[in-house]
């Protein structure tokens, strides 16, 4: 045995000293010279004000500092096909660790992707049945709905040594339903809604929106075709007649001696307005569409998305559709009591899998429910399943808003895992506005002290205990507790909803009461989205906000998303007598230089792209000679580099007055977003800031029922309290106001609850309360009951 003599303690490793994350001098977006040391395996929660810097100095620095150089270990060829990332505005980023970004960013609306293909469960599901199915129809493909059946056969030429024709055929089994094309629906377009049979072209026959003028080059190519003829009704088509108007291949014609191309009317309306996005078209226009095309479960395959061959094949009675149709947690006791050891890695890998969703919450989703469809806390969960069981460490993990979508019961299920995954030796860092995570933190940095360029600059950074101590927004809002209301509005009518049976909803019958602020509560998955969304009759008279995110290019900005650009571009065409595209830079008036975007982009292949400004207009976006012309001694690049509030004084009084452009401003103003820029590019908006543009964007629409999902998403609770005064002021003027919320001051604010549970899934559906918010705070029969009654301090 060997005695150790030196008994002083081991020189400290200058390894053991790199134990902060080190940001100096960011300058991305709003940030002013910020500067934070993060520690690290720990949990670190940015907080502040919608648009005060958060996600700009997490993700928009660290996180993207972080992949970018993690991409820059891989050799050029496969950078090549990897996003390219420029380096943050930053001084200096020291002690960075590998991030994994969870973000709110919605996951794809394709029809064809669903919740076990973005979590690969389908793909080892189709595994275990290409081994274990009986009958066996072919290799995993075969049980694919996105893989068509091809067969084909022929001669091919192989270019090697001596050119050699051979003989060959091709044959793949997949799974694909060829009528609906694995999509689960077929779409029908209803005639009626396209043109009214009894007319001829010439007397005005088509009802579709821009279509009604003869003069219109669309109408024009129709009637003078030579395939119809324009003075006869369409009921009297004969039957060539009627197939060259609806389904004629594309052909050249000449209309008034100009060469144009005639298509039948279906390809046409399907080119020109069902590839577009709904949410970006002008609301008369999406109202046609909704009118027009029906969805209807495909006959085939029964909205399975998949072959006959496909669901023929079964281990224990049970098809792969079967499976896919199957409540997670319920797959997940399927999965463990198949014996086969064969197999038995795959069923290990697979229960695993299942067994994340359930543990975190979303065991009462199936695996074919479509991605598009999911809410934005429950898409952000999905993306945390893959990293639950993960065995890294001294990995960095950043979350956006991971409590977005959540109950406050299922909020503590949230925070145990994120708790978890800093137990294991990682850093996490977190965008978050609710307390009930904030408190949780080891580590707090508050930014602000207001949004935009009001924004910016760190104003706390210590404990919970320091921040609530402290003279921040975020301090002082801390404790802020929403008192139940005394007396509440009556209901002036109701609104019926009988035999909902939407996804998990169990006939439910419930009357919604109108001219009240109605709150739709219940833990995740309970079935409130189903019943507001799937059962509230639409109608002329419903305007619905869902959670959906707006589209916008770097082109887009508040002005052009929110319509505003319109009045104020004719207001300064009149005024100089000149056309109103002079006006916009995605038009005639754009600088030749940039093209309207104000600055010029290089691309450089496999290296960050560099994005300079514009030399010819210096960033303004517009012509020279477009400048010169001016609107109440503005020219239209600085009415764009207006905030709102500025805009608003602007256009209300004096020379400036344009009333159509005041009301979208006032709008914008009453949702909170006063300090935003008309020409911001709608991509530098964070997640609460476009939740409530699209907010004021409907507001335009008249109603008489407003339906809402989750307003307060993104919002900070200063910014809550703005939200409530809209809502009681929208319910004053008349209209009613039904909302899914699961924020407890907007429950306690609410004249009337709806409160569904008792669970998730097929352990919820029904109503288990309707009545006052004191009186379910007097009853804490539900879940929410308990929760909002701890909420008020009852």
């Not at 609104?495 to 009357?511: K, P, S, Y």
């Not at 982009?601 to 514009?614: E, F, I, N, R």
Request: glycine share 10%; aromatic share 6%.
């Amino acid at each position: 045995m060997t005695t150790r003599t030196d008994t002083r303690a081991p020189a400290p490793q200058a390894s053991d000293s790199h134990d902060l994350i080190r940001v100096h001098g960011a300058r991305v977006n709003n940030l002013k010279d910020v500067s934070v040391e993060i520690p690290k395996r720990r949990l670190t929660v940015f907080t502040g004000v919608s648009g005060s810097g958060k996600s700009s100095l997490v993700f928009s620095t660290i996180a993207a500092e972080s992949q970018r150089m993690i991409n820059e270990t891989y050799s050029a060829f496969v950078q090549g096909f990897m996003p390219t990332l420029a380096r943050p505005e930053v001084d200096v980023l020291e002690g960075l660790t590998t991030a994994i970004i969870v973000d709110q960013q919605r996951l794809g609306a394709d029809p064809r992707s669903t919740v076990g293909t973005v979590t690969d469960a389908n793909a080892m599901l189709r595994i275990l049945f290409s081994r274990l199915g009986e009958p066996h129809i072919g290799p995993p493909g075969a049980y694919a709905f996105n893989v068509p059946s091809v067969r084909a056969s022929g001669a091919i030429t192989v270019e090697r040594g001596n050119k050699k024709t051979v003989k060959a055929t091709f044959d793949r089994t997949g799974g694909m339903c060829p009528r609906c094309e694995g999509r689960g629906t077929v779409s029908d377009i209803d005639l009626t809604q396209l043109y009214d049979d009894s007319k001829s072209l010439s007397e005005g026959a088509f009802t579709i929106p821009g279509w009604k003028s003869d003069s219109q080059w669309t109408v024009q190519v129709y009637a003078q075709s030579g395939f119809v003829d324009p003075d006869k009704p369409i009921r009297r088509y004969t039957r060539k007649e009627l197939q060259d108007f609806l389904y004629g291949e594309p052909v050249k014609v000449k209309v008034n001696g100009v060469n144009l191309t005639y298509e039948g009317l279906i390809p046409k309306i399907q080119k020109s307005f069902l590839s577009k996005d709904k949410e970006a078209m002008q609301p008369h226009i999406r109202a046609f569409v909704e009118r027009a095309v029906t969805f209807t479960t495909c006959p085939e395959c029964e909205g399975t998305r998949l072959s006959e061959g496909a669901r023929s094949s079964k281990i224990d009675r049970v098809s792969i559709a079967d499976a896919c149709a199957m409540q997670i947690s319920d797959l997940a006791a399927w999965v463990r009591g198949l014996d086969e050891p064969s197999v038995a890695p795959l069923l290990t890998a697979l229960g695993g899998t299942l067994d994340s969703f359930v543990e975190i919450g979303l065991g009462y989703l199936s695996l074919d429910r479509p991605s598009g469809t999911l809410s934005g806390g429950e898409a952000q969960r999905v993306k945390m399943i893959r990293h639950l069981g993960s065995s890294l460490t001294d990995v960095t993990y950043v979350f956006d808003e991971p409590t977005i979508g959540l109950h406050p019961h299922d909020i503590q299920r949230m925070n145990g895992l994120l708790l978890r995954l800093r137990d294991k030796g990682n850093t996490v860092l977190v965008v978050e506005h609710k307390p009930e995570t904030i408190v949780i933190a080891d580590h707090i940095v508050d930014l602000g002290p207001g949004a935009g360029t009001a924004g910016g600059t760190v104003c706390f950074e210590g404990t919970v205990e320091g921040l609530r101590a402290g003279d921040t927004v975020t301090g002082r809002h801390f404790d802020d507790r929403a008192a139940v209301k005394k007396t509440v509005r009556e209901p002036t009518g109701v609104l019926e909803i009988r035999g909902a049976h939407t996804h998990n909803l169990r006939d439910v019958d419930v009357d919604v009461p109108l001219g009240v602020l109605t709150v739709v509560t219940g833990v995740a998955g309970s079935g409130k989205s189903s019943l507001v969304h799937g059962s509230i009759p639409p109608g002329e008279n419903v305007v619905s906000v869902d959670q959906g995110a707006i589209r916008g290019s770097r082109r887009s900005n508040p002005a052009t998303y929110t319509g505003l650009l319109d009045p104020i571009r004719k207001a300064f065409a009149k005024a100089n007598d000149v056309k109103p595209a002079l006006f916009s830079a995605n038009s005639e008036g754009a600088c030749p230089g940039c093209n309207g975007a104000g600055v010029v982009y290089s691309d450089l292949a496999m290296m960050a792209g560099v994005a300079s400004t514009c030399d010819e207009c210096e960033g303004k976006r517009f012509q020279p000679a477009v400048l010169e012309y001016r609107f109440a001694g503005r020219d239209i690049s600085e009415v764009l580099a207006m905030s709102v509030t500025e805009a608003e004084e602007f256009f209300g009084t004096g020379e400036g007055r344009i009333p159509a452009a005041h009301r979208v401003l006032r709008r914008l103003s009453d949702v909170g977003l006063g300090y935003l820029s008309l020409g911001q590019p709608l991509t530098t908006l964070s997640g609460g800031e476009r939740q409530r543009l699209k907010l004021a964007t409907h507001m335009a629409e008249k109603g008489g029922v407003y339906v809402l999902d989750e307003p307060t998403a993104g919002l900070h609770l200063a910014d809550v309290q703005q939200l409530l005064g809209l809502l009681d002021r929208i319910v004053d003027s008349g209209t009613s106001v039904v909302v899914v919320e699961h924020h407890q001051a907007v429950m306690a604010h609410a004249d009337w609850i709806i409160d569904l549970g008792p669970g998730a899934g097929h352990d919820g559906g029904r109503i288990v309360f309707e009545g006052t918010p004191a009186d379910l705070v007097a009853g804490r029969a539900t879940l929410t009951g308990e929760h909002l009654a701890a909420y008020v301090g009852a």
